[in-house]
């Protein structure tokens, strides 16, 4: 039934892989896979797809490539979403970002429960006793949840670059760092691009350590 509801460049085998397999939780596939199959026209209307990691600008690439963001859907979904063979055909790209950088990030972005762009899920906010400042939240919070509990966002990037298999399945991971250059480069979009959901700092101490964290926080990594 389900089969023959789909289109049929559709692979329900990967599907079904993806979801046997997956890392994330039940909600977040079916998330997932909701808006890979919404937005198949437009992965498959541009020579390259473009996988968007969480706090790593997204948002505004999306906007750029797309006209909007098109979620957050692995490249494990998305190629069963659109079909192995078109899959293929193109080019797969994911930018990347300092892991601690992304942590404090994806922190700031749960502090202020969001952005002007995006609100976080309120099923998804962390109490805010284990927001007081980021050490809390990491040993507190984050290193004491299992795996699939946590929101996406706070997920190793890993997860936006291999397949359920722990195969890597896209073409470029680039650094977010040289944004403006990367795009250019793969997409030939010259104007610089604005980052319009990026996550506000707003105790001190985060300005401070943000700058250089791996320095200062390689345990976490």
């Excluded at 600008?57 to 979403?81: D, F, M």
Aim: proline share 4%.
């Amino acid at each position: 039934m389900l089969a023959s509801a789909m289109p049929k460049s559709i692979s329900i085998d990967l599907l079904k892989k993806e979801l046997k397999n997956s890392a994330f939780s039940l909600g977040d596939m079916v998330r997932f896979i909701r808006l890979a199959m919404i937005y198949r026209k437009q992965y498959l209307g541009k020579n390259s797809i473009f996988i968007h990691n969480p706090k790593c600008a997204g948002q505004s690439i999306g906007k750029a490539l797309y006209g909007k963001s098109l979620g957050h859907s692995p490249p494990g979904i998305i190629r069963a979403c659109i079909g192995f063979d078109e899959y293929k055909k193109h080019k797969k790209i994911v930018f990347v970002r300092c892991p601690v950088e992304r942590l404090i990030s994806a922190y700031n972005f749960s502090l202020t429960g969001g952005t002007s762009v995006v609100k976080q899920d309120r099923f998804r906010r962390v109490p805010k006793k284990y927001l007081g400042d980021f050490e809390t939240f990491c040993y507190n919070r984050l290193f004491k949840q299992s795996p699939k509990s946590l929101d996406y966002l706070l997920r190793d990037q890993s997860n936006w670059i291999l397949s359920n298999n722990k195969q890597i399945i896209v073409n470029s991971i680039l650094d977010i760092s040289q944004l403006n250059v990367c795009m250019a480069k793969e997409f030939g979009i010259n104007t610089p691009i604005t980052q319009i959901n990026k996550s506000i700092q707003k105790q001190s101490k985060e300005k401070t350590f943000a700058c250089q964290p791996c320095s200062r926080y390689q345990d976490v990594l």
